[in-house]
């Protein structure tokens, strides 16, 4: 069983109390992922959240059948699939592990259920989620940003 130290350790249960982390506890799994091993898939039904214990996993988008774009990796402490708190809803990107990583995962549903019962678990949930994708859209963009002013039809229009 994951201890309530190791979960303490990722980023969205930072602002739980112990007895939450209690609640908590039941719900999760560990995981091992080998390097290059996928984690989950782009648009297949997302049913887990993945917390990184140990490793790095890179999020990858499919821009063509011939051409994937690292979309930034993910360190231990953080977390990826978040789209598995909406039912039904598929996975945004692909996940993949680059080295030898230990994950937690909790089914999506669970967690939903959990939330229900536990009101102030699913807000400090959802406040952390919220930064999370705030802090990961603003480094796109500034990717974004910094490849178009380094683009050469670009290049004129900005200098």
Known sequence: MVSLAELKEIEIFQDYTEEML????PLVESCLFGKDEMIFAEEVQADKIYMISQ?????????????????????????IGF???????PFSMAARAVEKSTLF???????????????????YFMRRINGVM???IARLEERLFRSL???????TVLN
């Open 83 to 89: 789209s598995a708190i909406e039912v039904g809803a």
């Open 22 to 25: 209690q609640k908590i506890q």
């Open 55 to 79: 490793g790095k996993i890179v999020l990858e988008k499919k821009l063509s059948s011939t051409v994937t774009i690292s979309m930034g990796a993910i360190k231990a402490g953080h977390c």
């Open 149 to 155: 002013k380094e683009h050469p039809d670009f290049k």
């Open 105 to 123: 995962c909790i089914k999506g549903r669970h967690l939903l259920e959990l939330f229900k019962k536990e009101t102030r678990m699913g807000y």
């Open 134 to 136: 705030r802090d990961r």
